[in-house]
C-alpha cells in the first residue's frame, strides 16, 4: 500500500510498504481522508520529537476494511474516526483522569505509523464510530475538534458570555462554532485574513477584528470598543507571540484565557503578573482531547459543527509530503490527504 513516511528530520516521500494485519483487539481501516497539521510539519521539520521511520498523519477517518481477534465493538463495513492519543492506562496521571498529561503518551501518526496511507492499523480502544451516510471526508475534523472542545469545557462558558478568538484557521474557526453551541452571544474572531473573516461570521462570529489594521486590545476593550472591559472568555488559537500576550489583556476582570496554540519549545513571551492579579484573570492551558471525541463525533455526525467550508483542498497521497514541506502561504484552512484520489 502506499504510506507517507518519516524517514528523517526533512525526508517525507510517499512509499511502498506492506498492508498491515491486524492483531488481537486492532482494526485495519481504510483512509477515507487524513488532514494536514501545523504538527506535521514541526515533525518533517525536527523542530517537534520524531521517531521515524513512522507513516506521519493524525486526523483521520475511514472504513473498517478487516478486525482482528478479540475485536468486539466493530465490524468491517463500519465508519470510524480515530483519536490518535493512546494513553498508558497506569501512570499516576491516567490514574487521576488526566489522559493527555500521560507520561507514555504514543500517538497515532506520530510514535506509530498514522492516516497519510491507504491503510492504518488502530486498537479499537482509539476508534469511535461514525454513520455511513456523513460525507467521508468531514470524519478528519473530529481529532482537531475533539481538542477545542476540551478548551470549551476548561472555559465554562455561561449562557450569553462573550467570547473572543484570536486566530481564523482550523481551531480558531471551530472554536467559534462550539462557542456559539456553549451558550455564548457575543462572539468576536480576530484574525488577518479577510476571507477568514468572512467565513468566521458566517459560522457564528458576530463580528470579527483585523488585528494588522489598528491596536487590538484597545479597539476592542477600550470605550466604544467592541466588547468595552473585554470578554468573559478569551481563546489563543494562533501560536504567535503577539496573540500570547494579548489573551489575558483581552479578558475581563475575573475573566478566562485559555491558551490552545503551540509556540516553539524554549520560547518566551512577556506578561504582566500584576495585570493578571488585581484583575484575577483565570489563564488555563489546553492541550490535547482526553475524552472529548465521542463527542467531536456526535457534533461532526449531526451536522452541529460545519466543517465542509473549513477543506481548503483535497490531495492525494503523492501530493502530501510537498503539501507538508511547503504550505500553502495565507488563507488556507485544511488540505486533506484523500488516499482513493480526489
Ligand atoms: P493555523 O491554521 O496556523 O491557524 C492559526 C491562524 O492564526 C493563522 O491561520 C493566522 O491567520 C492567525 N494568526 C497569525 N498571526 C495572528 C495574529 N497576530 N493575530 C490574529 N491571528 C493571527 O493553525 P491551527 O491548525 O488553526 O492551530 C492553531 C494553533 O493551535 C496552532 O498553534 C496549533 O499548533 C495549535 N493546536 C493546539 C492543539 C491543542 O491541543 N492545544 C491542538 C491542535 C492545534 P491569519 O493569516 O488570518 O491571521
Ligand atoms: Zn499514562
Known sequence: MKAVRLEAT????????????????DLLVRIEACGICGTDRHLFLGEF?????????????????????????????????????IACGRCEECH????????NLQAIGIHRDGGFAEYVCMPQSQAFAL??????LHGAFCEP????????????????????VLG????????????????????????????????????????????????????ITGDGGLLPGGADVVFECAGVPETMIQAPRLARRGGTAVILGIMPQGAKIEIEPFDLLFREVNLVSSFLNPFTHQR??????????KVEPLISRRITLEQTPNAIANPAPGGEIRTLAIPAGQ
Open 145 to 164: 475538534l475533539a481538542c477545542c472542545l476540551h478548551a470549551v469545557d476548561l472555559a465554562n462558558i455561561r449562557t450569553g458570555a462573550s467570547v473572543i
Open 96 to 103: 487521576n483522569g488526566r489522559v493527555n498529561l500521560c507520561r
Open 168 to 219: 481564523g484557521g482550523v481551531i480558531g474557526l471551530l472554536t467559534v462554532q462550539l462557542a456559539r453551541l456553549a451558550g455564548a452571544t457575543r462572539i468576536l474572531l480576530v484574525t488577518r485574513n479577510a476571507d477568514k473573516r468572512a467565513l468566521a461570521e458566517k459560522l457564528g462570529a458576530t463580528a470579527t477584528v483585523d488585528p494588522s489594521q489598528a491596536d487590538t486590545i484597545s479597539g
Open 131 to 136: 454513520p455511513l451516510e456523513l460525507d467521508p
Open 296 to 305: 467531536a463525533a456526535d457534533l461532526i455526525a449531526t451536522g452541529a459543527i
Open 49 to 85: 520529537p520524531s521517531h521515524p521511520p513512522v507513516t506521519l498523519g493524525h486526523e483521520f477517518a475511514g472504513i473498517i476494511e478487516a478486525v482482528g481477534p478479540e475485536v468486539t465493538s466493530f465490524r468491517s463495513g463500519m465508519r470510524v474516526t480515530g483519536d490518535p492519543n
Open 10 to 25: 526533512g525526508k517525507l516521500y510517499m512509499r511502498e510498504v506492506e498492508k498491515p494485519v491486524p492483531g488481537p483487539g
